[in-house]
RNA sequence: GGAGACGUCGCAUAGUCCGGUCGAGUGCACCACCCUGCUAAGGUGGAGUCCCCUUAAUGGGGACCGAGGGUUCAAAUCCCUCCGUCUCCGCCA
């Protein structure tokens, strides 16, 4: 939820804000009529509320036989309270609506524009380039008995798929690898629910434009989360945090599920877009003035481990019409996928300024004692998709795959992924 | 899953049976000041959150006793639903 006290006094910074994303400007100016309708109907109620009250202490002294007219009087004003209650009720409903669409505006740089029209921030690596014909990470998981397709589409249909053997442990390498980064960057890991309420998953803003993308469970009234933001940031909700001592950070590893039901037809082969995945994900409560710095920060430990699986990426800045109703700016890092002949998206990693923690109600006390909402930021540091890239980058001609000497420790020294034979 | 108990302002509790004098007492913790003087204690005062109006600072009003409804002129207190916690029993990886 935006600012509405940014939405009384500069609504231009949001009428650009939403331009630029491509979302409707008028919403601005319904938001702020429906402020006015709101604030009216809230000081009418009241004002007839304190008469109430103030009547209804004069009620509870007065002697017996006045009583009896009194009451009478006092059951008018009740009515007449009903009513005026319920007028600000609707209008705070109202209000609630309209500014709970208007989108969170936008860190000054990012992009306008839609999903095209991203800017480049630098690329890192050269694109591998093979003096054979490189293998996908579907020929090459089969290979290695790494990934069984046919098996996870017989148990569970398609975009399911079983990680096997060297390839469960090189998932379990990766995530160990990030964790120790993230350690070293004083995150706290936490493994997180799965399934969460429903006011869980509207808070942190997914059920928007996108809720056919989650699963949802009717006979418990439970989601399941396709991202461990959701429980990340449901983790503070309602709560008052101290971040004198710096930026909270979590690394929340979960297992996400996603229904991809805009997607049919796209990404079919392999585990590039599945139903199930496993990621370690970064989120930081931070003060509102330090929230672009932990963006910087928070893309930075994404490079670090991209760099340690010795991949070419490139770091972009996504447009705005991109971002999704609660981040103000988002980063993807996108990976050389060879076979592909493109940059794929590997982790990214979002500022959501103080929209999610306004409505998650997550607060931090100022110096003059006030709260105030953190900002929350989230990025990805590890999932099952840099699998991909890796088989595919590292791979040789034979169909061993070299694995990066950074991820080694975690598989036990090995350095080569040999086929099975 | 069955039976019972419970959910009050940071923590612990009083108040709920018999609705108004309860936005709410007490202890601990916290903050300020005073006293005292040393690895103490005591005294006085102040503290919550959200919203609306108003202001230079301020002041006024409303809401909040797990959440949401209901009854009533009036609800922490009575009724209903939901959520959660605890105890016992059952079941289970």
Redesign the pocket.
């Known amino acids: 939820m935006i600012d509405?006290q940014l939405l009384r006094e500069q609504p231009d910074v949001i009428r650009r804000s939403q331009e630029a994303r491509g979302a409707s400007v008028g919403l601005v100016d319904d938001a702020i009529e429906a402020?006015?309708r709101?604030?009216?109907a809230?000081?009418e109620?009241?004002?007839a509320?304190?008469?109430?009250?103030?009547?209804?202490?004069t009620?509870?002294?007065a002697p017996k036989d006045e009583?009896q007219a009194?009451?009478?009087?006092?059951?008018q004003?009740?009515?007449r309270?009903?009513e005026l209650s319920q007028a600000a009720?609707d209008a705070?409903a109202a209000f609630d609506q309209v500014v709970g669409a208007i989108a969170n505006p936008i860190v000054d740089g990012v992009p306008a524009g839609g999903e095209e029209d991203f800017v480049t921030l630098r690329t890192h690596g050269e694109p591998k380039s093979f003096d054979f014909e490189p293998r996908d990470h579907a020929e090459l998981g089969e290979l290695l008995g790494a990934i069984d397709i046919a098996r996870g589409v017989k148990v569970s249909g398609s975009r399911f798929y079983f990680l096997k053997g060297i390839g469960a442990r090189l998932e379990l390498a990766l995530m160990n690898m990030g964790l120790d980064l993230a350690l070293a960057e004083g995150f706290t890991p936490l493994i997180t629910p799965t399934l969460v309420?429903p006011e869980v998953m509207a808070g942190t803003g997914f059920l928007g434009a996108h809720a056919d993308e989650i699963y949802y469970l009717p006979a418990d009234?439970l989601y399941l989360t396709g991202t461990s933001e959701v429980a990340l940031a449901g983790f503070h909700s309602d709560e008052?945090l101290d971040l004198e001592g710096g930026p909270l950070r979590y690394a929340g590893w979960s297992t996400c599920y996603r229904r991809e039901a805009g997607a049919a037809g796209k990404d079919n082969r392999g585990i590039l877009r599945v139903h199930q995945f496993n990621k370690l994900e970064m989120f930081s409560y931070v003060l509102p003035e330090q929230a672009e710095a932990e963006h910087e920060a928070l893309v930075g430990f994404q490079e670090r481990m991209m760099q340690a699986c010795e991949l070419a990426y490139r770091v972009i800045d996504v447009a705005a019409g991109d971002l999704g109703q609660s981040a103000a700016r988002k980063f993807d890092i996108e990976a050389w996928v060879p076979t592909q002949g493109a940059y794929r998206e590997l982790t990214s990693t979002s500022n959501c300024t103080t929209f999610q923690a306004r409505r998650l109600?997550i607060?931090t006390?100022t110096e003059s004692?006030?709260?105030?909402p953190v900002a929350t930021l989230n990025g990805t540091l590890a999932t099952t998709r840099w699998i991909v890239a890796i088989l595919e980058t590292h791979q040789q001609a034979d169909g061993s795959v070299v694995v990066p000497a950074a991820l080694r420790p975690y598989l036990g020294g090995l350095e080569v992924l040999e086929p099975l034979s």
Request: glycine share 4%.
């Open positions: 509405p402020d006015a709101r604030r009216a809230i000081t109620f009241e004002k509320r304190a008469e109430q009250n103030a009547f209804g202490k009620v509870a002294k009583k009194l009451v009478a009087q006092a059951q004003l009740a009515a309270v009903k009720t705070e309420r009234d008052i109600d607060r006390r004692g006030k709260t105030t």
